[in-house]
């Protein structure tokens, strides 16, 4: 008898459904994953740069002002010495009083970086700060003025005080002498050299040699400001301020000192346009210029000037009992990355 033998059925025997296909084929998956796990080494490493920080510079200057030399009258009035710094604070100093024709008084002003920052500097004198008046008359004053009427502090285009006329107000680079804070005490006017343009109303640049050395030195004005030989003139108050023309308001824009004084718009940048000092310089050259020198060892360059304050013998009665006031401001811009330096213009 033939054995009963069925035909395979595959659909019986192998029969798999597309789900359970793909479950296996997940399996498969997932235990392969797991087996990579357990078998890698790759290379690896890591480096960091951490704390990372950028501050910015600074750029802090301060200005010392002193009376290093005065007549017999006001040093006896104790306002040699003492000097005053402005650094960050307003400081109101030099307050000078019975003030009689012949007085004299010298001031040095120092500039100095307080950062490592050089900077361009421009010297300011605000108009609205600069005022006259007729104070109290005398019969004197009134013979020899004729118009006495006092208003109190008043802008020079409205007063009838003389006292900004007559005093005369100059600007020096060298004085050889030595200041109250240095030591003892010594030199007068006659050691002023270097006048700058800026108080010369003579002529728009240095004045002619004076000595031998070719360096122009001190000599004694008139009652007008102008020497009697030579090519000085010494600018007084109001020319200081405002320019030849004394008007404040006709202010120069450039950088021309006599069209323009310490209070046109961009005041005075020290050194000129064409080639500006740089206060903090570590540059030799910069410090062996005239006005700069190193006299705190530093080794950064500092501005020292003069301001000579001069009421000639020759003025008369006319300005018994006149006051006058104003300011100086200083503003200073970084010379790095800086092709106008009078790019900060009244900023300060």
Known sequence: MEPDIKPMSNDSKYSLSRRKALLGLGTVGVAGAGAGVGTSALFSDEEEFDENQITAGTLDMAVKAEVVAANEYWSNQGILGNPLTADG??????????VKPGDWAIICFTVDSVGNNPFYLTIH??????RETEGTSTEPEEDADGNTTDAGFEPVTATNAELGDKLLVSYWEQWDGTAPSEGTQSGDKSNLARMDSISNTESNTYPAPTTDDGVPEYQEPGEDGVVTSGTLGYTDAREFYFGLDQDPNNPGTGND?????????DGILVGGVSDPVQVGSTDTNEIGRPRMGDPDGDGEAELTFY??????????NEIQGDAVKGNLRFSAEQVRNNDDPRSGRNSS
Not at 257 to 265: F, M, T, V, Y
């Open 89 to 98: 604070d307003v400081v109101q100093n030099f307050q000078l009083n019975d």
């Open 125 to 130: 004198g605000d108009a609205e700060e600069y």
């Open 257 to 265: 000192p006599l069209g323009n004084g310490i209070a046109s718009g």
């Open 307 to 316: 301001l000579l304050l001069e009421l000639p013998s020759e003025v008369g």
